[in-house]
Structures are given as C-alpha cells and as structure tokens.
C-alpha cells in the first residue's frame, strides 16, 4: 500500500488507507504500507521513505526568494500530475533496495495522483497487480489550482492521466460521479465504487464536558483540504446568532488567517480551537459532541470523509454546503442558513434519523471481493 496520507501523519486523507490496512490485516492479509512517516503500532508492517514537507504549509506570510519563487512555480506548473512525483520516485527506488517477497498487489491511495507513477513501476518490478485508490476527483473537481485552468498543461496532464490508468489493472473509486470520470479518461479499466466507511471505536475517553451548552464539534481543516471549504461563513453565522447557548470546538489543522479570524472575533470564549489531534482523540470528540458540523464547498459532488466518522457516532449531524448527494444520505440536517440553525440549538432543530456509516469490514471484503473478480478475469 503507497499512501502518501496515514497516520501518524495527521489528514483526512490517511484515514481510508489506514482503515483498510487495519481490517485487511484482520481479515488474514499481509500488509505493508509505504508512507512518509512510521510510528503506528498495527500489526502490518510500515516502512517510511522520508518526505521533506510531510503536512501542508498553513502560512503565507514567508516570502520565498526570487529563486524560490521560481522553482516553486516550475514545481507547480511543470511537475506533472503534482509535485509529490518526486516522493513518488523516491518510493519507487527505497522500495527496489528493500528485501520483501513480491506482493500480490500493490494498491495506490490518491491524491496526490503523481503516486500512479510508483505504482505502474512497481507493479513492472515485481511483476504483480495494481490498483489505483481515488479519493478524490482528478479534474471535473480539481482542487489543485493548476488543474481548473485551461491550456497546454492540463491537456498534457489528461494525456498522462489516461496513459497511467491504462497501465493500472483496476481502479477504486469512493463515489459514482469520479468512477464516472475515471471512465471518461480510461474506460477500459474495471471499477469498484467504495464509498466512504467508518470503524467503531468503543471506549471514548470521557472529555467531561459541562453540560450547560450545546456543544457543536468540527473535526478535520477547511481552506487547506479544500480552498473552495471557507471557515468564514461558519464564523460569521456563529457570531449572528449570537447564541450564549453554545459552544463550536474546531480539532484539525487550520491555516494562520483562519486561527486569526477566530482570534478576532473570540472576545466571548465560545469558540475553541484545539488544534490537530490524532484520529482517537478526534474520535473521542465527536463523540463527546451534542451536534457534529459537517461543512462542504456548495455545489460539489465530492463527499466529504469524516462524514462516515460522523455516523458512526450517532450524534446529530448539521450541513453547511454540499451538492446534491446530501439529500440522499438519511439522516443529515442540511441547511442553507447556518446562523439560523445555530439560533435554533439546542433544542429547537428536528433532526432527521441517522443512517449507519459503511463498515470498514464491509468495505474491505468489498474490495478483497473486487481483486478476486480482477483475478478471475485475467486468468
């Protein structure tokens, strides 16, 4: 498993892999996990292939040189599909020099794509199966700035994205609308959609919070995970309602302009940021949560990941944004005027019943499933 994202590491995007590589193991499979930090105590095997800037950068405000400024622009516009292709290689050459038996499979976790590299060479190298893992949408939903832009790089980045899916032997997907994409680039490779799933964690430490507020939880970042997801509105909606009632804890990893903001506006204390976590102490404050805040960039497809974390606790659920999936999974609350929802807690929301996240046993016999029929196929 190549996985740019996993813990230690703390994003969104490490959880899937790691949730995957937990429960496979669990399920008689031996893994081992290429990512750029090691540290996890799991049963399956890390090996760690240092990465010079493992977290994303939350400020701006260092100015790089003129000849930094330079090369960081050649990174971004000429490193095709993203300037992780340099991790990628290092993968590819740490893990030749490494002794281990020929994998069955080697699977890919993206974004960031530019690990399809690793994967193609080394599925050459060992002679084995690839399957290429997409959380996200590569170009329809680009989050990458360079992606929505027309012109010479983008058409040379479709090309390439259509040579390396063709070279991959199935793909994943955790949605209809990018299985759909990966189809119109490469429609010759089967594709399994694997939603987004969640594993039950029993034991929640107790955070004793008082139990004279509300208690409104968002774990996981907002501008840096996604530049279109803005912490603004959040914070203006909270300050409007001006409900003494309540109390909004923001856990993960937020840009320098995003703490100022709240700095700014926290004369009363009813906002609290903690900062990132790891994924338990995440979980336990979701858990310890009287409502969960899920906010998505209006209009889009993607759906966001912590969702099934969300589920899996059982607490009410509020949306802020989103596309047209929200009105298809039960039991969120979706609204499109935050303020007022914020002036309507504790008590005077009807909160719809919550459907049940996808397990992370589910999901891996799904995908295990899936690699048999692969297998079937070609033999």
């Not at 790691?18 to 090691?38: D, E, H, W």
């Not at 499979?105 to 399957?131: D, H, N, Q």
Request: with cysteine; aromatic share 10%; charged share 25%.
């Amino acid at each position: 498993m190549l996985c740019r994202h996993f813990p230690p590491s703390i994003s969104g995007g490490a959880r899937r892999p790691y949730l995957f590589a937990k429960t496979l193991t669990k399920l008689g499979c031996k893994i081992t996990v290429v990512a750029p930090r090691t540290g996890s105590e799991d049963e399956f095997d890390i090996h760690g292939v240092t990465h010079n800037h493992p977290d994303p950068a939350t400020t701006s405000k260092i100015k790089p040189s003129f000849i930094g400024g330079i090369r960081n622009w050649i990174r971004k516009n000429f490193l095709l599909p993203d300037p992780d292709v340099l991790w990628a290689w290092k993968v590819y050459r740490q893990i030749k020099k490494q002794p281990m038996s020929p994998p069955d499979w080697i699977y890919t976790s993206s974004p960031p794509e530019s690990l399809l590299f690793a994967g193609w060479f080394l599925k050459k190298y060992f002679k084995c199966y690839w399957v290429a893992d997409f959380r996200d949408s590569w170009f329809e939903e680009a989050l990458r700035i360079e992606r929505k832009r027309k012109g010479i790089r983008v058409y040379l980045e479709r090309q390439l994205a259509r040579y390396l899916l063709g070279k991959a032997d199935a793909t994943i997907s955790v949605t209809e609308f990018i299985a759909r994409e990966l189809s119109s680039i490469q429609n010759e490779k089967p594709n399994k959609v694997i939603g987004h799933f969640s594993d039950k964690i029993s034991g929640y430490r107790n955070l004793n919070l008082s139990e004279d507020v509300c208690h409104i939880v968002h774990t996981g970042s907002f501008s840096l995970s996604d530049p279109d997801r803005r912490i603004e509105p959040v914070i203006e909606a909270f300050k409007e309602a001006n409900n003494e009632r309540l109390h909004l804890h923001l856990i993960g990893r937020l840009s320098d302009d995003e703490i100022r903001q709240i700095s700014e506006y926290n004369s009363s204390g009813q906002i609290k940021f903690l900062g990132p976590v790891d994924l338990q102490t995440s979980r336990d404050w979701q858990a310890a949560a009287d409502v969960l805040l899920l906010i998505a960039a209006e209009g889009v497809n993607a759906i966001p990941g912590k969702l099934a974390e969300y589920q899996a606790t059982g607490k009410p659920i509020l949306l802020s944004g989103g596309g047209s999936w929200k009105y298809d999974i039960p039991g969120l609350l979706a609204t499109n005027d935050l303020s007022a929802a914020f002036s309507a807690l504790p008590s005077n929301l009807d909160f719809p019943k919550l459907g049940a996240a996808q397990t992370a046993e589910e999901a891996s016999q799904s995908l295990l499933h899936f690699l048999d029929e692969c297998l079937s196929e070609k033999l």
